[in-house]
């Protein structure tokens, strides 16, 4: 039943006729699916196997990184791998699968400070919608607005790495899943290269008698 409706999504998804705010025809240029759930990696990594629109596919599990943690920026990559901005993308031969790993700290991060900041300022977020002429709200996003404001950031700092990082966490008797899709949206957007993102910083090439001497 699952496999049968991520197919059927991705395919509505996919033909769908989308339009920007110029009202221009755009095209799905990036999917991500969940992989978070250890009881779906199966299901999930055959349909982005399989799917007619593989090309377009990739499944990403999000981890938060904290302050006591080295970013992703720091990673090394091997052969194949693409470090992107607080993402990597990398082969689980495993599955078969090219999937995506994210750090949602860092990305819910940019989506709390994308939906807070003014409308006019670049990258900020905003809702459709517009009020009636009586200020009455034609457009109702409560249940959207219930997930945006689901978890909570605590401002974390680390003495030892001297990093400080806002780590994420669930509210009690809340919902996310619109949160986590938003979140999604923007790596997924990163991947495809929108946005002013912070680009990977060069790690400095060692010889091994320098990293022997700072073993010691």
Not at 41 to 64: E, F, N, Q, W
Not at 69 to 86: D, F, I, Q, R, S
Not at 88 to 102: D, W
Request: aromatic fraction near 6%.
């Amino acid at each position: 039943a699952v496999e049968l409706g991520l197919n059927g999504l991705i395919a509505q998804l996919v033909t769908r006729d989308w339009k920007n705010e110029a009202s221009v025809p755009v095209g799905v240029g990036q999917i991500l699916i969940d992989w978070s759930d250890g009881e779906m990696d199966d299901t999930v990594a055959k349909v982005c196997r399989t799917s007619p629109y593989k090309a377009l596919i990739h499944p990403m599990a999000g981890v938060g990184i904290g302050p006591e943690k080295a970013p992703m920026m720091l990673y090394n990559v091997g052969t194949g791998e693409v470090l992107g901005n607080h993402w990597i993308k990398k082969r689980n031969n495993k599955q078969a699968v090219t999937g995506i790993r994210a750090d949602v700290n860092y990305w819910k991060s940019r989506a709390a400070k994308a939906l807070t900041c003014l409308p006019s300022i670049r990258g900020a977020i905003t809702l459709y919608g517009t009020n009636g002429e009586n200020g009455t709200r034609l457009t109702d996003h409560r249940m959207i607005g219930d997930h945006y404001a689901s978890e909570k950031g605590t401002r974390l700092t680390n003495e030892d790495r001297k990093r400080t990082v806002t780590v994420f966490s669930l509210k009690p008797n809340r919902e996310n899943h619109y949160w986590d899709n938003l979140v999604g949206c923007m790596v997924a957007a990163s991947i495809k290269g929108c946005g002013n993102d912070e680009k990977a910083k060069p790690r400095e090439r060692k010889s091994l008698s320098q990293l022997a001497s700072e073993a010691k």
